[in-house]
């Protein structure tokens, strides 16, 4: 009852947010802007991955970040600590409670704007040369962009919690993030980096229910990727002129690439099982902080 009665306080005080309500009004602004720029032009894979990219790269995933790290930080850890010590609910149960809450308004908010975006690209009649989305390739999809959100929301929330102010959170945050992000993007790494993973939404939406290639094709050639990676790697590092590389290594961050060999398993576990270990990290802290 406890829980159940924060976390209902909770949403109520996120939906009168005023962060939250422009937040939605501006996604669905920009939503529609980037869906009438594409429509008559740009093939539906294309044309979907410009519609996550705010929310892979920029600017959404700074909102995301700001409302995980608010509910341990600031003027809150006072009432905060009022409460905890005066009524019966364990700092589990809020915690647990405040962390459901932003999960539930960052993903109400990406699905109740992409859902209805994604319906329309995958079945609608354009004048563009259609290019195939699977229905499984945009659960998927839908799938790995909407945990990416829950991870940000609990990355956000592990280091409000570690840093307890909430502006030196969200510096320390954004500018750790970036950095660490561009390290696994060198790497394409799919499961890890939302960089690599909007430049892999057009081949994750192309993704039957069934691969027709074995295992160990994908094994041979995700190993010659990790090779040419790590070589363009060093190359950054050191200074040195980079080794001829493949023409996809060529292509423009924004151009178009092809991802043959993406795990949608791999790429679930490479950002749930990081946000649970941040969603431990935090309860264990916050346990044993004095109040």
Do not use: C
């Not at 600017?59 to 905060?80: A, C, E, K, N, Q």
């Not at 909007?198 to 050639?221: C, F, G, I, K």
């Not at 990727?225 to 040195?240: H, R």
């Amino acid at each position: 009852m406890p829980a159940g009665a924060i976390l209902s306080y909770e949403l109520r005080g996120l939906l009168a947010n005023w962060l939250v309500r422009i937040w939605f009004v501006a996604s669905v602004v920009l939503t529609l802007l980037i869906l009438a720029a594409h429509w008559a032009s740009t093939p539906t894979t294309l044309m979907l991955r410009e519609l996550l990219f705010p929310y892979l790269l920029f600017p959404w995933f700074l909102v995301v970040m700001v409302l995980g790290i608010s509910p341990v930080t600031g003027s809150r850890l006072d009432s905060l600590a009022d409460g905890i010590l005066s009524r019966p609910i364990t700092r589990y149960e809020y915690l647990l409670a405040a962390w459901a809450a932003r999960v539930a308004i960052v993903l109400g908010v990406y699905l109740s704007v992409m859902v209805p975006v994604v319906l329309l690209a995958m079945y609608a009649k354009r004048d563009v040369a259609q290019d195939t989305v699977t229905v499984y390739g945009a659960l998927s999809t839908l799938t790995v962009v909407g945990l990416i959100q829950v991870f940000l929301v609990t990355l956000g929330f592990l280091v409000g919690t570690l840093l307890r102010h909430p502006l030196l959170a969200a510096v320390v945050l954004i500018f750790t993030w970036m950095p660490v992000n561009w390290v696994f993007s060198t790497f394409d790494l799919a499961q890890f980096s939302p960089w690599t993973m909007y430049q892999a939404v057009p081949s994750l939406l192309r993704t039957p229910w069934r691969t027709a290639e074995s295992d160990e094709d994908q094994a041979s050639a995700q190993l010659m990727d990790d090779a040419e990676a790590l070589a363009k790697f060093i190359s950054v590092l050191t200074g040195q002129s980079p080794a001829p590389v493949s023409q996809a290594r060529q292509e423009s961050f924004f151009d178009p690439r092809e991802f043959p060999h993406l795990s949608v398993p791999r790429i679930l576990a490479g950002y749930g099982l990081p946000a649970l270990a941040a969603l431990f990290v935090s309860l264990v802290v916050f346990h044993r902080r004095d109040l």
